[in-house]
């Protein structure tokens, strides 16, 4: 006789005569969540929902919740923006209206509030490192020429940017954020200790990764290195390292001073969670 079903701690299960899709997947509790406020829901989980963020997401190793920004604006046309003080180009989200989403979004499992925005501290590995080992995260997509000020110091909102340039909103940048930290949640990725190899990890000093190669041997006159050949591990290990070293280099002078200069033990404890979670990973897979 089969067994009944294991329960995993789902909060609801909403019924649908239509085909359910990831965006319609059970809560689960005590899964990372990214509830995101936007003007445009139908945006997600769009790539998030596709390869191993989207199976991680259907397996409930991550939560997904949409807030629609336009079911808290104002008036008969639910307006959610309005001219910016004190004259200028465009429109501005409003504080009132921000305010009400954010306030739903809360409700009894508060999580950081994230604006995403060009004028934000850049996104690092590190700090997806330190969000992944939270509880969540609350994702503000701004629109037109930004949000209310006075909401995002009401709500103590940090504002994150993804590089130097501007998108016509923050849904794509909101995604690779929530991408570059639920990568980091156990069990999502397929090998855990890739993270610990990977650029910006402990594991390869903060530097940039090495080149990699795969079969065949050879193609179109060129040919994979013999040192990755050799079978000698510490070689190959030397070789990757040194490569690493040349790329950053070459390619980024900021992270080759920073990893000269070396860094103090409280940024080696900040940068070395990749290194620790997977090591976690390998150890709690050995457990009887």
């Known amino acids: 006789m089969s067994q009944p079903p294991k329960s995993h701690g789902r909060l609801t299960i909403r019924p649908s005569l239509r085909p359910r899709e990831l965006m319609a997947e059970p809560q689960v509790l005590g899964a990372w969540t990214a509830r995101i406020v936007t003007l445009f829901p139908e945006a997600f989980p769009g790539i998030l929902g596709l390869s191993l963020t989207g199976k991680a997401l259907s397996q409930g190793l991550w939560n997904m919740e949409t807030v629609p920004l336009r079911d808290f604006g104002v008036g008969r046309h639910r307006n959610v923006d309005d001219t910016p003080a004190g004259g200028g180009a465009g429109m501005v989200i409003r504080a009132d209206v921000m305010d009400a989403a954010l306030r739903h979004a809360a409700g009894n499992s508060p999580l950081p509030v994230i604006y995403m925005s060009p004028r934000g501290k850049p996104l690092t590995q590190a700090r997806a490192r330190d969000l992944a080992q939270g509880p969540g995260v609350t994702l503000i997509c701004g629109r037109f020429e930004g949000v209310d000020q006075r909401v995002l110091d009401a709500h103590g909102v940090e504002e994150i ?122 150890e709690h897979d050995k457990e009887p």
């Open 161 to 282: 940017s993804i590089g130097d340039y501007v998108l016509t909103g923050g849904e794509i940048a909101a995604q690779v954020l929530i991408d570059t930290t639920v990568r980091l949640i156990p069990r999502v990725l397929g090998n855990q200790e890739s993270l610990a190899e990977e650029s910006f990890s402990v594991g390869n000093r903060g530097l940039l990764e090495a080149p990699q190669y795969t079969k065949p041997a050879q193609w179109d006159g060129r040919e994979i290195p013999d040192t990755l050949l050799s079978g000698n591990h510490a070689a190959i290990h030397a070789w990757r390292a040194s490569e690493a070293e040349r790329l950053t280099k070459e390619r980024r002078p900021d992270l080759w001073r920073a990893y000269q200069d070396g860094m103090d033990p409280a940024k080696d404890r900040q940068l070395s969670g990749a290194s620790d979670q997977s090591r976690k990973h390998r």
